[in-house]
């Protein structure tokens, strides 16, 4: 497509379980980032993929969050165990090497 | 380590008129890149500027202006003749240069373009 597609656009889920949101980007970009936006603040960080490689998670907080892009292209993001604290909206973001990113719509996460 | 102040939390103006964003960072590194986002409603943040802390000259698009001064460590962006499609959120994010996707964000400011 011609923009980064996340879905789904909106997940509600219940405190314990596990979720997963996709992310698509925009062909032919090789870095994937994902941020976690709380409401009212600036996207904070979570992880970087080059390709397939994983080059940075620094900002993934705690062991409950995993991510993998394992073919380079499409990246999913893993909530395991969730908490009300994982509420807040997902940006997944794509670009060309050291060229700015270009964000998805988000996934707006609601943990009851 | 970097920091963004966008001290203006929230700008409410009639539209057709002017309205400037301002942005101030705090660096340590000698070379870095200085970005401009929109979040409008709909959430998706919207690419408008990049510039490197070597090229100070102002830049114009259309009804977009941005005003670097290093000295100063600013980056302000003027939106002219506002329209009621400018409301949205405004971000400003300097990075380094090296590790470049490492954008340090603000809370933004609210932008409400009123008709």
């Known amino acids: 497509g011609a923009g980064v597609s996340q879905s789904p656009r909106y997940k509600v889920a219940k405190r314990g379980q596990d979720v997963a949101l996709r992310c698509d980007p925009i062909?032919?970009?090789?870095?994937l980032f994902w941020y976690q936006q709380a409401l009212g603040q600036g996207p904070e960080f979570l992880t970087y993929?080059?390709?397939?490689?994983?080059?940075?998670k620094s900002g993934l907080p705690s062991d409950r969050f995993f991510a993998e892009r394992p073919e380079g292209s499409v990246s999913t993001l893993k909530i395991q165990r969730t908490q009300q604290e994982d509420s807040a909206v997902y940006l997944c973001?794509?670009?060309?090497?050291?060229?700015?990113?270009?964000f998805g719509d988000g996934t707006r996460l609601s943990i009851l | 380590a970097q920091k963004v102040t966008q001290a203006q939390t929230e700008i409410s103006v009639v539209e057709k008129e002017d309205v400037t964003l301002d942005c101030v960072y705090e660096?340590?590194?000698?070379?870095?890149?200085l970005f401009w986002y929109k979040q409008p409603p709909s959430g998706e943040l919207v690419f408008l500027i990049r510039?490197?802390?070597?090229d100070e000259q102002n830049e114009i698009s259309g009804r977009y202006s941005w005003n670097f001064q290093k000295s100063t460590s600013s980056f302000n962006f003027t939106i002219t003749a506002s329209q009621v499609v400018d409301s949205a959120v405004y971000f400003c994010?300097?990075?380094?240069?090296?590790?470049?996707?490492?954008?340090?964000w603000g809370a933004g400011t609210k932008l409400i373009i009123k008709p």
């Open positions: 660096t340590r590194d000698t070379t870095y890149y």
């Open positions: 993929f080059q390709n397939e490689a994983q080059l940075d």
């Open positions: 510039r490197n802390s070597f």
């Open positions: 994010a300097p990075t380094n240069m090296d590790s470049n996707y490492q954008l340090i």
């Open positions: 973001a794509s670009s060309l090497v050291e060229q700015p990113q270009h």
């Open positions: 062909s032919g970009h090789v870095s």
